[in-house]
């Protein structure tokens, strides 16, 4: 059996215990060869042109051209680099995947999540080289980062039953427990998977498998009864896709 080459890499992040941390992490991998790293936007673009890296591991807050910024100077290369961004701000996501991002990892990095990561880059590379379309990557999120009192936690997207908007924070929750991260309504609604959540308020997103039925309250308006027996109104702007998932 032929060995694959191994998966040349690129860091380019600003922090040096950011960099340390992926490069510890990067040794345990098989099958990877850092080539280099960069502290900033501009010297990311100049490697990378030298060094010609299968996967840049890309920060998305640098001095300089920003990580959106070098992901789209590297997409006029031919062939371009794959990009896989490893930050600590979630609100990007949805500008990263615009700009063929293979992957979104968050800040801090767990080792199983890099390892998946790696794995869509090969996948991804594999089909263009052998000329076939890239298989789909998808653009949405997959999991967020919060704030509690140890620290941060992951909350995987596959978790949250439902989104409810206070002021500039979204509140995700997942049981009987919840956690606030800044974000705004609508990038929430982009960067979640239609198939898998509705948006039923402006203030409120909920979702598909946990939505037990629909009633109509005392003035008429439609009311989403939940799994756990609560009750989420729904907004006028929304009884369409009421209609739509209920297919009538």
Known sequence: MTELAPLRLLIADDEPLATE???LLLARCDGVDLVGTASDGESA???????????????????GL????????????????AVIFVTAFDQFAVAAFEVAAVDYVMK???????????ARARTYLAARTADAPPLPTSRYLEEFWASDMSGLVRIATRDIDRVSAERDYMRLHVGPRSWLIHHSMNAMEDGLDPARFIRLHRSAIVR????????RNASGRW?????????????????DAVREMAGR
Do not use: H, K, N, T
């Open 21 to 23: 941390r992926l490069q």
């Open 223 to 239: 009311i989403a009864r939940l799994a756990d027996a609560s009750e989420q109104p729904v907004g006028r702007l929304y009884s």
């Open 108 to 118: 801090p990095v767990e080792p199983a999540r890099l390892e998946r990561a790696l």
């Open 208 to 215: 598909r498998d946990i939505i037990a039925g629909f009633a």
């Open 66 to 81: 920003d990580g959106i910024e070098v992901a789209r100077a590297l997409s006029s290369r031919r062939p371009s680099p």
């Open 45 to 63: 673009v100049r490697m990378a042109e030298a060094l010609d890296p299968d996967l840049v591991l890309l920060d998305i807050a640098m001095p």
